[in-house]
């Protein structure tokens, strides 16, 4: 059986504007895979989880090099609007 491509696109996210940086969700949807963990450096445009919705798959990407301070978020778990999913420095 055939299957089609997975749809993927960028999605903004809502940063605090300081030292660190927190990625909160814009929309409702689902943790689909978390790419990085706490302590892990990442460098800009590096995509740190997959977050679906709408039935789009979103990568979230570090808008700058850094490090992962925290992940408030699990592989699988459905979140509201405006939840911490991760902090970054």
């Known amino acids: 059986m055939a299957t089609s491509p997975s749809k993927t696109r960028s999605v903004p996210v809502k940063r605090k ?8 969700t814009l929309i409702p949807g689902k943790v689909i895979q978390i790419l990085v963990g706490v302590g892990n450096e990442v460098k800009e445009g590096q995509i740190l989880l997959v977050f679906e919705s709408m039935k789009m798959e979103n990568e979230i990407k570090a808008h700058c090099d850094g490090t992962i301070k925290a ?8 979140l509201d609007q ?3 999913m991760l902090e970054f420095d």
């Open 82 to 84: 405006g939840v911490l």
């Open 71 to 78: 992940i408030h978020v699990k592989e699988g778990e459905t």
């Open 17 to 24: 504007r300081s030292i660190s940086s927190n990625y909160k």
